[in-house]
């Protein structure tokens, strides 16, 4: 079975992000952990690579709350072929109902086009939403995207 960065991630997100589970202290222990698992090492250290980006919003994507009202969000071609119809109408709805704000749904964006998977579906985007979400500073997650995340997958990934 071909793993994928994503797959590293949401293993992360199920099984140490509850905060019932001991994560490892450093990244080498973890790395090894998550090897001992059955991931690949490569795709270990592009997920490490990955989860760095949620921390940080390159300043040219980074767009500033004001008292603008709203705006459109045109998405680039590669944005197109990379997140499908459903998957755009998913993020302006979350922007729409306040869970993302404008930063945050660039995060998204930024993150999924991060993925090197080509095929981003519905499911994939709702992990990545999550994701972001629970790493931002002073934000609580919703619990129904969490509910709405946790109940599609399977209990077990790997």
């Known amino acids: 079975m071909k793993e994928t960065v994503l797959d590293v991630l949401i293993y992360l997100f199920q099984n140490y992000m509850d905060g019932e589970s001991e994560i490892a202290s450093d990244q080498?222990?973890?790395?090894?952990?998550l090897v001992e698992a059955g991931f690949s090492e490569g795709e270990v250290d592009k997920a490490f690579h990955?989860?760095?980006?949620?921390?940080?919003?390159?300043?040219?994507k980074l767009l500033r709350e004001s008292g603008q009202p709203a705006s459109m969000r045109i998405f680039a071609r590669s944005e197109q072929e990379r997140l499908s119809v459903e998957c755009r109408g998913f993020l302006i709805f979350l922007e729409q109902t306040g869970i993302l704000d404008r930063v945050s749904r660039e995060l998204v964006i930024d993150r999924i086009m991060a993925l090197?998977?080509?095929?981003?579906?519905?499911?994939?985007?709702?992990?990545?939403v999550l994701m972001v979400l629970f790493n931002q500073p002073g934000q609580d997650t919703n619990h129904w995207i969490?509910?709405?995340v946790l109940e599609a997958a399977p209990m077990h990934l790997h």
């Open 116 to 128: 090197e998977s080509g095929d981003i579906d519905l499911d994939h985007l709702k992990w990545v």
């Open 50 to 60: 990955w989860l760095e980006g949620l921390t940080t919003l390159p300043e040219h």
């Open 146 to 148: 969490e509910d709405m």
């Open 28 to 33: 080498e222990s973890l790395t090894e952990e």
